[in-house]
T-cell receptor, first 111, second 115 residues
Framework: GNSVTQMEGPVTLSEEAFLTINCTYT??????LFWYVQYPGEGLQLLLKATKADDKGSNKGFEATYRKETTSFHLEKGSVQVSDSAVYFC??????????FGQGTRLTINP | KAGVTQTPRYLIKTRGQQVTLSCSPISGHRSVSWYQQTPGQGLQFLFE???????NKGNFPGRFSGRQFSNSRSEMNVSTLELGDSALYLCASSLGGTGRPDTQYFGPGTRLTVL
């Protein structure tokens, strides 16, 4: 069935470290892919998205590339900051306003 | 432009009661979706409304229902509350009329606690 598998957390890094959070999906066809971020006590905010194969979404230094051949959408950032500490969710949607989410990855950045 | 608003932000109910949650979408957005977030099950899709009609539905029992008004505001109702209904309920709005998945913008959520 349709699902998203994310790298298990929690992930703890030092400030300025390189970040990768892995995400793979199982879905038929060509879904749109999303990364959302949830800061403590808040709702979800869209971080970036990609709607077709080989598209790269980017925002606030974060990037992710839609890889159809590996059904992946890994999130990367070259130099993380303390303010990036949050829970990150990978998600997809196909032909409908119905997001299927991964389980979330809690990221903590230490100064 | 104002974001998605949800009321109330916090609710405490007892088992067997019913509850109604409200969501006001971003101006101009016609699609409203609801999600349940729990530590055990994560984020799960409840249903989506577009132009006052339920367009998509997730795998939740009939105790969970919703509706949308002509101004696109939406309400979600849970009847005969169970302890397992304790969760953060998130509402998201989007334009919704393109036939492809639009970006959904989320509200801050309503935290429901069932005692």
């Amino acid at each position: 069935g349709n699902s998203v598998t994310q790298m298990e957390g929690p992930v703890t890094l030092s400030e300025e470290a390189f970040l990768t959070i892995n995400c793979t999906y199982t879905a038929t066809g060509y879904p749109s892919l999303f990364w959302y971020v949830q800061y403590p006590g808040e709702g979800l905010q869209l971080l970036l998205k990609a709607t077709k194969a080989d598209d790269k979404g980017s925002n606030k230094g974060f990037e992710a590339t839609y890889r159809k051949e590996t059904t992946s959408f890994h999130l990367e950032k070259g130099s993380v900051q303390v303010s990036d500490s949050a829970v990150y969710f990978c998600a997809f949607a196909r032909g409908a306003q119905k997001l299927v989410f991964g389980q979330g990855t809690r990221l903590t950045i230490n100064p | 432009k104002a974001g998605v608003t949800q009321t109330p932000r916090y609710l405490i109910k007892t088992r067997g009661q019913q509850v109604t949650l409200s969501c006001s979408p971003i101006s101009g957005h016609r699609s409203v979706s609801w999600y349940q977030q729990t530590p055990g099950q994560g984020l799960q899709f409840l249903f989506e409304y577009f132009s006052e009609t339920q367009r998509n539905k997730g795998n939740f029992p009939g105790r969970f229902s919703g509706r949308q008004f002509s101004n696109s505001r939406s309400e979600m109702n849970v009847s005969t509350l169970e302890l397992g209904d304790s969760a953060l309920y998130l509402c998201a709005s989007s334009l919704g009329g393109t036939g492809r998945p639009d970006t959904q913008y989320f509200g801050p959520g309503t935290r429901l606690t069932v005692l």
